[in-house]
């Protein structure tokens, strides 16, 4: 069923504790998008409520109020909470709850990261293995830089990149996701062995939601303010989580309208994307209130600038340490999909938070 058009508001989930998957949950909680976190508290954010303040509630206090009220508001926030708590359906061959890591693979010469290091065929097939070897459960294959300041490709070159890649490593079983705005490279690159396409523009495009449609495959939409050549000049919210949820939503249901169901789409905020590093942090510090439209959720933090700024580590190879702490809060409010570079090291980290928690 289509969500249809939704009065849209913003609960944040408060109080995010993991428990073990044999444990029942505990009085007074609810499961995050049915994983084995929960939380008890929650903040609610609406333009028109309560003078636009956010409000603070317990689950139960707001769900014995909601039961009561039964207007449009309570409505809204009961629905809110279910899409909070109700657990996802696979995505491809990829089971939830998570953490699932998409390794980056660009194939081009000017990403912020990893820009002209897999540029011939043999070396981006390598980093591909190496990805996989070392625990990405998705290859993600980009052939057009989306760094701030990036000037764009034509679709010949873009296909010129990335489809060999594709190909390739479709050959032994990877699931590969094509990083793309245009709905020929998304044809042509499903064509070739892809089964998930990542959009910058959230499949804004004319004939991309029926491509993906078409080749039965699945989505990540991203919210961006502007285009990359120049959305990091003064990029303006008012609530940026509130408003990026709101777009986001908006473009779930645009997509459900048009015959692609939800349960085949991630939302991804897009950290970084025409946002300040005040944005980004509202962002994360926000990201479970994410889980409120029903999707999986994907974030992209590896190696962004506001990290290095954070820190005052400018350079780029210098931000694996707060990559690695923004991934693990991720982790832990809930985000099931998380798009790296460095996988090993993640992976690492992964692990190592697994063995403090279980004790074993």
């Known amino acids: 069923m289509p969500h249809g058009k939704k009065f849209q508001i913003h609960i944040k989930p408060l109080n995010i504790r993991r428990i073990r998957s044999e444990i029942s949950v505990p009085k007074g909680y609810i499961r995050l998008a049915g994983s084995n976190y929960i939380f008890s508290e929650i903040d609610i ?7 636009g303040k956010i409000v603070r509630s317990s689950v139960c206090n707001i769900r014995e109020w909601a039961e009561k009220k039964k207007d449009k508001t309570s409505k809204a926030i009961t629905q809110r909470l279910h899409k909070i708590s109700v657990a996802r359906k696979p995505f491809d061959r990829i089971f939830y709850p998570g953490p699932i890591i998409v390794g980056i693979l660009n194939i ?23 990805l996989r070897n070392e625990g990405a459960s998705i290859l993600e294959v980009g052939g ?8 764009p490709v034509s679709e010949k070159t873009e296909l010129r990149r990335i489809l060999p890649v594709i190909k390739e490593l479709s050959k032994d079983g990877n699931l590969i996701s094509v990083d793309t ?20 523009t959230a499949l804004s ?14 989505a990540i939409i991203m919210h961006m303010q502007g285009v990359p050549k120049t959305m990091q000049r003064a990029p303006k919210y008012g609530f940026a989580p509130y408003e990026i949820l709101c777009y986001l939503e908006n473009r779930v249901i645009a997509c459900e309208e048009a015959g692609l169901s939800h349960e085949r789409i991630l939302i991804d905020p897009g950290v970084g994307f025409g946002k300040s590093d005040f944005h980004n942090f509202a962002i994360l510090n926000s990201i479970a209130s994410f889980h409120g439209i029903g999707c999986g959720v994907m974030i992209g933090i590896s190696h962004k600038s ?25 982790i832990e409010q809930g985000v099931q999909f998380h798009r790296v570079h460095n996988v090993m090291e993640i992976k690492q980290a992964m692990a190592v938070s697994e063995r403090i928690f279980s004790g074993k």
Request: net charge negative; proline share 7%; aromatic share 6%.
């Open 306 to 330: 506001f990290i290095g700024r954070s820190g005052k580590t400018l350079n780029n190879p210098e931000r694996l340490p707060g990559t690695i702490t923004a991934t693990l809060h991720a």
């Open 108 to 130: 081009t010469p000017d990403s912020f990261h990893d820009g002209g290091n897999y540029l011939t065929l043999d070396d981006a097939i390598r980093r591909g293995k190496v």
């Open 181 to 200: 705005r245009r709905p020929e490279v998304m044809e042509a690159a499903l064509e070739a062995g892809a089964r998930v396409v990542n959009d910058i």
């Open 144 to 151: 057009e830089s989306s760094r701030p300041g990036a000037e």
């Open 45 to 51: 954010f609406l333009p028109t409520l309560n003078e």
């Open 205 to 218: 495009s004319p004939g991309a939601v029926e491509t993906i449609i078409k080749a039965n495959a699945y």
